[in-house]
């Protein structure tokens, strides 16, 4: 039976996928089951960073495969100890709590700053005020968490605890923040939510204000972190530093890992037992995400991602200016943002007939996150087949 047919017929029906197959990737180019070449603008929802098929990552993952996968967390493993100490040596962290997922390291972000407040004698300082539009998983706290209705929908009562406040709203936020917060948790740039930036000194304002109230700063660094904006972590283009980040999708390339980093004062709330996951930095996937991060600083990927993505912005802002159906070109680095005056459905539709995968968040935001080692040819490409696509 066909790929399709057999998925639909015994998988639950959680994703409207597209009808396509993929068997084989190389760079920034995917290959169908009929042998069609498409050019990757999603690599996987910004988890690809280097692309698909790297050899120094197929280097890493077949080596440690040879040797060690699994052992759990009963005992020591070189490769997660020496990916701590890497992400730490980068980070203002001091400690890494190793997960699954973006939602498992938000759960444990969470967890964290309940009881680090537990610890220190304030037990009602429990809530955590978030952002509406945010996205922060899809767990039970996560999607507590979450600012947008589609995705609570249906599994009410979510949990206590979680406030809300539009994103860039400082006023809203001030109050929003009370002497029961123990945290404000916020994305660098909401990705899900439309690519939607911070405005000039927001970040700087909320770290402040955290400080005077004294609560923490939980940055969710799920979809902005490994370099997809330039620099290894996004806020770093804010001058600020917060007191918790979570990590997951670009960590290692594609396989799945979570990560939840906490400067020491912090981390010192979680002790033997409080925390635990049994698959949670695996020798496996930790060799690579290591590897990972290597390649990103020995190929100086994070130039690389600056200056293909500020070439990237000014195509489309090229584009914006023949096409008035482009309202607005936002964003960092190679996570760039095309909002449309329309749905942008059909167009991701006819790109993909045109051998090219882009993305739409919020229905008319086109979300563009292609691996940070795309071409400028390969972006040439992409803006001809939309300047092609737009009508108007
Ligand atoms: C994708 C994403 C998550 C959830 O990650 P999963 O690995 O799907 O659980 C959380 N936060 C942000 C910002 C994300 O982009």
Known sequence: MDTMKLADQHIFNTYARYP???TKGEACTLYDEDGKAYSDFIAGIAVCNLGHAHSKLIKALTGQAQA????????YTRPQAQLAAWLTKSSFADRVFFANSGAEANEAGIKLARKYFKQKGEPDRYRVVAMEQSFHGRTMATLSATGQEKIRKGFDPVLEGFDFAPFNDLGAIDAAVTAKTCAVMIEPIQGEGGVVCPEPGFFKRVRELCDQKGCLLILDEVQTGIGRTGKLFAHEHFGIQPDIMTLAKALANGL???AMLAKEHVAQAFGPGSHAT???GTPLITSVALKVLETIHDEKILDLCCETGAYFKQK????QKKHSVIRNVRGYGLLLG?????????LVKNCMQKGFLINCVQDNVLRLAPPLIISKGEIDALIDCLDELLDD
Do not use: D
Not at 68 to 75: G, K, R, T
Not at 339 to 344: A, D, T
């Open 338 to 346: 095309v909002e449309l005056g329309k749905s942008g459905a059909n």
């Open 68 to 75: 060690l996968w699994h052992v759990s967390n009963l005992f």
């Open 278 to 280: 049994t698959f949670g």
């Open 256 to 258: 799945p890992i979570g």
């Open 316 to 319: 489309l802002i090229e584009l």
């Open 20 to 22: 396509l197959a993929f």
